[in-house]
């Protein structure tokens, strides 16, 4: 009963509020919609303080070294110490980290962030001896200490069998330092491409059709302006834009390959394969299910190449459909749609009625509490995200309300992460919370798939649905067909290195330019892909987190076939989700999935996906049939 009073209640509210004025400005002063620090420390001495003791203690763990092979009792002294650590770390990176988003021009909480790194640092060097130990006290003697200690077995049996696992990658103690050393190193090309993309390039101004002057065409004057309704002034923006990142594909070229070079040296003194199979290692992931996923993606370009016809249609384009074409809205609205914050818990409570109350008891729990900075301010650090790594506080959610549909599905999108965090660390020690970016973002997308669905379903005019339902299709093709693409580039670049040839930007730009045109259907005359926009590459920061973006689609895929069976099946798909969820990280996340009953190397998720996006173009075929 309870569930449904929820569902009821936002859905009243809804079809009142989701119109509601725009709030006043002095919303963002407000405390109530700004997070809570107290709840990690009480203040920034308090964080220094816990600072300095950690250090003293990290200078201590090499005291372990050379122990944990003496007994079960002795492992678990030392596995514990190293724990505790981390566990404390982590709230101090957490903390320096919110802290220096709160307002980005504050130097001292700058300079708190990067105290907070080379504490990291060094707690990595502290313990880079930590793997080769466990590895020569062997499988047979770790297999006895865990039969005789109950509590090493619970905490540390997964981090151990990962550890063994790595045995044929593991380096000399030394040999451990220094590539933990070489950490800040090898993570310099994503700075590199920070400062120049961010700061340093020189973006000129355009003037619209409508005389709007826009002063610096920038990343986020681009995303602003690159939707306008006007085709010419798209055209303009996207010409201007990327042109201004071609002057620099030599550099940004240079950086990007810098970034595969160090993936692909890690590689090699770890005796890897090649870079994929290294990236895949720690999640034990087959990499059947990376190309799977590549291959099942190429197999729904037509209905991927629907949906762009269907666009230009929409969009009333005589001649070719161009790249620039891809962001406007397919769907107008006679009123903008506007989403308090209060109307975004009513709704998140109601889209996620399905999983059941204990997923509902966790809600309630967070929005009662300061876990959330949600307005956009002056000096705050743009974006969303969850950070969860605080174990023994809560999640703490960076927000920058618009008060729009797509900061409404930011909200459901972040929260799934949250809720996910709860459920696992409520079940599971610190040791075995952290859960995979692989299962990570099926938590979240599950929230969007869901509420897209509910926001169709309540659509209060035809257009109104139309609109949701081209918001769901821009869901796909953003996240499931973009996502792919960007890693089968990153593939792409790493195969080129592997087979002894080198990379630049120009040729980064080509095999980039033959994936934009396979996807968006350049041969078979869906889209015309102006090659002055092949430069796009450079402007991606995900290739300079490794191989990461492939996951946002897998993800998504798995997310798919979860909310059909929820939606179809009840309880018994709820509860394979939900167990999933609280898992966390005890077990590798290909394993996790398949216990779930999905097999993500397989086609089935990638299809029901496809599937997915293939329903949404009939309903909308079937509305505008309609008019």
């Known amino acids: 009963m309870k569930n449904i009073l929820i569902g009821a209640f936002a859905l009243m509210t809804l079809s009142t509020a989701a119109f509601a004025d725009t709030p006043p400005a002095g919303d ?374 618009n008060y729009d549909f797509e900061s409404l599905s930011t909200f459901v999108h972040e929260w799934g992460h949250a809720v996910h965090t709860m459920l696992a660390h409520d079940a599971q020690p610190y040791d075995k919370a952290n859960y995979s970016t692989f299962i990570a973002e099926t938590a979240s997308i599950s929230n969007e798939m869901l509420l897209n669905d509910y926001m169709v379903a309540h659509a209060r005019t035809k257009n109104e649905k139309l609109y949701y339902l081209g918001e769901g299709l821009e869901l796909i093709r953003g996240t499931f067909f973009r996502q792919t693409m960007f890693g089968e580039f990153q593939l792409a670049l790493h195969e080129e290195v592997e087979k002894g040839n080198a990379l630049s930007g120009k040729r980064m730009t080509e095999i980039y330019c033959d994936l934009l045109k396979r996807y968006h259907g350049d041969a078979q005359g869906v889209m015309k892909i102006d090659p002055a926009y092949c430069v796009e590459w450079a402007f991606i920061p995900h290739f300079y987190y490794g191989f990461y973006v492939w996951q946002y689609a897998t993800s998504m895929a798995g997310a798919a076939q979860f909310t059909d069976a929820i939606e179809h099946e009840g309880a018994p798909a709820r509860d394979r989700y939900i167990a999933m969820l609280k898992a966390g990280g005890s077990d590798y996340a290909y394993e996790l999935y398949k216990k779930a009953g999905i097999d993500m190397a397989s086609p089935a998720p990638y299809q029901a996906l496809v599937a997915r996006m293939s329903r949404i173009l009939d309903q909308i075929d079937a509305l505008e049939a309609e008019k």
């Open 28 to 401: 963002a002063a407000n405390p109530a919609y700004m997070w809570d620090l107290s709840d990690l420390y009480p203040s920034p001495q308090a964080w220094k303080a816990e600072h300095d003791k950690l250090k003293a203690e990290i200078d201590g763990l090499e005291k372990y070294k050379g122990t944990l092979g003496k007994s079960a009792a002795a492992m678990f002294e030392g596995l514990d110490a190293i724990s505790k650590a981390h566990k404390e770390f982590d709230r101090l990176y957490v903390y320096a980290s919110l802290k220096g988003d709160e307002d980005v021009r504050i130097a001292e909480n700058q300079e708190r962030v990067q105290l907070a790194q080379a504490l990291g640092t060094r707690l990595s060097e502290r313990t880079a001896w930590l793997s080769t130990e466990i590895l020569a006290v062997g499988a047979k003697k770790v297999e006895a200490y865990e039969k005789q200690s109950p509590e090493l077995k619970h905490r540390f049996d997964f981090f151990l069998d990962n550890t063994l696992r790595a045995a044929p990658h593991t380096l000399s103690p030394e040999s451990e330092g220094v590539m933990a050393a070489a950490s800040n190193v090898l993570i310099q090309p994503n700075n590199i491409y920070s400062v120049l993309s961010n700061g340093e390039l020189p973006f000129p101004g355009v003037t619209l059709s409508d005389g709007t002057k826009v002063e610096r065409l920038d990343q986020a004057a681009y995303t602003k302006y690159r939707q306008a309704p006007n085709r010419a002034d798209r055209k303009l923006v996207f010409d201007t834009f990327w042109g201004t990142w071609k002057k620099y594909e030599g550099t940004f070229g240079s950086s990007l390959n810098t970034q595969v070079l160090a993936a692909e040296f890690d590689a090699k003194v770890r005796r890897y394969p090649n870079a994929l199979s290294d990236a895949l290692f720690a999640d034990n992931m087959p990499e059947a299910v990376y190309r799977q996923l590549v291959a099942q993606a190429n197999a729904g370009l037509p209905v991927f190449h629907r949906y762009l016809k269907l666009r230009k249609r929409l969009l009333g384009i005589k001649d070719d459909l161009g790249y620039y074409d891809i962001y406007p809205t397919m769907f107008t609205l006679d009123k903008p749609l506007h989403f308090g914050v209060d109307d975004a818990e009513r709704i998140a409570f109601d889209v996620t009625a399905p999983y059941g109350p204990e997923y509902a008891v966790k809600l309630h729990q967070a929005f009662a509490g300061r876990w959330m900075d949600v307005l956009p301010r002056t000096g705050k650090a743009s974006g969303a995200y969850m950070n969860g790594s605080a174990y023994d506080v809560h999640p703490y959610l960076h927000l920058n309300h």
